[in-house]
């Protein structure tokens, strides 16, 4: 079984920053898709950021040039760089990785999630 793990979030002041980070472990042959959700008070849960394993990346455009993605292929985790945060950044962020076993399909995996708030 695979399972991920995140950490990172926290209360942080406009302008700051956080990095959150999601490990995933278990029966792992390869991780196409690694990347981030959000999840606001009355939203729907949106994309925020993914990294493919040929390091291609797409960020919805309210992270543009605020947000990095990376990914650490040797440990299996994700990395979400946030800068200049915002208070429209507060949500709960969701890991989220494609994952494939040995020989095995494709399935998806969802962090716990953790919770960042951006407040004065």
């Known amino acids: 079984q695979v399972q991920l793990v995140e950490s990172g979030g926290g209360l942080v002041h406009p302008g700051g920053s956080l990095r959150l980070s999601c490990a995933a472990s278990?029966?792992?042959?390869?991780?196409?898709?690694m990347g981030w959700y959000r999840q606001a008070p009355g939203k729907q849960r949106e994309l925020v950021a993914d990294?493919?394993?040929?390091?291609?990346?797409n960020y919805v455009d309210s992270v543009k040039g605020r947000f990095t993605i990376s990914r650490d292929n040797a440990k299996n985790t994700v990395h979400l760089q946030m800068n200049s945060l915002n208070p429209e950044d507060t949500a709960v962020y969701y890991c989220?990785?494609?994952?494939?076993?040995?020989?095995?399909?494709?399935?998806?995996?969802w962090g716990q999630g953790t919770q960042v708030t951006v407040s004065s």
């Open positions: 990294i493919a394993d040929d390091g291609s990346t």
């Open positions: 278990g029966r792992i042959f390869r991780i196409p898709f």
């Open positions: 989220h990785q494609e994952i494939e076993s040995e020989a095995g399909p494709r399935y998806s995996y």
